[in-house]
């Protein structure tokens, strides 16, 4: 890469970061959408951006886990089933023009419901989901991840919370560590995507570190629940505009 396009990157990627994580999200679906637009190689894309992702989920679900918002039983109800299949989705290599659709609509409703009367969304009383719910569920949004390479983050987030299942900040602590072992699964089941990792991925581990501090110190001390919900619905506005027009 030329040194402006490593630079564009950069900042691309820690202002993807900050905006990500203040909702518990690791980026990836930003980082693709950032290396789309500079005609990156699509089999450097899908490492890179998962690499990034670990990263930043990693910071992400320390720094809630530290502030005691994590729920680590809900984590847990649908990593178990979540991981796996994000490892064996990242080994399959599915025409986009099958899922982007139908995830890129999909993230719109979830992001309209967000959008619309969030107070009333993020103050009400929340219920733990029965296993029988959350196993098949991960099941298939960690397969999802794999796919798409991302963390799954993005498809976890609006279930959680239009389910009632965690109420906001904490669904952000559930999602990060969540994204973080999808992350590292995806990558694990294309270990060899691994050899096509840019040379300049410390520049851009550096610049998505950044972007993190930012958004997760926003996310942990700053955004008001209701505010948290409008975020996560921009967020689901690019990631569903994303894969439906790239």
Not at 6 to 15: E, G, H, K
Not at 29 to 53: D, G, Q, R, W
Not at 131 to 159: D, K, N, Q, R, Y
Request: positive net charge; hydrophobic residues 55%.
């Amino acid at each position: 890469m030329d040194p402006t396009t490593v630079a564009a990157l950069a900042i691309l990627f820690a202002l993807g970061a900050a905006l990500y994580s203040s909702v518990g999200h690791g980026g990836a679906s930003a980082y693709i959408a950032a290396m789309a637009l500079f005609s990156v190689a699509p089999e450097t894309m899908k490492p890179t951006a998962l690499a990034l992702n670990l990263l930043v989920a990693g910071f992400g679900a320390w720094r809630y886990w530290r502030r005691g918002l994590t729920n680590g039983k809900l984590v847990l109800a649908f990593a178990l089933t979540a991981t796996p299949a994000a490892f064996l989705g990242g080994g399959i290599h599915l025409p986009a023009i099958y899922y982007k659709p139908l995830v890129g609509i999909l993230l719109w409703l979830a992001a309209a419901r967000l959008l619309w009367h969030p107070k009333a969304l993020a103050d009400r009383p929340v219920e733990a989901p029965s296993p029988w719910i959350t196993l098949p569920a991960g099941a298939v949004l960690g397969l999802l991840a794999g796919l798409t390479g991302t963390g799954g983050g993005i498809f976890l987030s609006p279930l959680i919370i239009l389910m009632a299942w965690e109420e906001p900040r904490r669904t952000s602590g559930v999602v990060s560590a969540f994204i973080f072992l999808n992350s590292a699964a995806g990558l694990a089941g294309n270990a060899a995507s691994v050899g096509h990792l840019p040379h300049e991925l410390p520049i851009f581990l550096l610049s998505v570190a950044g972007g993190a501090v930012i958004g997760t110190w926003l996310g942990v001390e700053r955004l008001p629940r209701p505010w948290l919900l409008r975020t996560l619905g921009l967020v689901l506005t690019i990631a569903g505009a994303k894969l439906l027009f790239t």
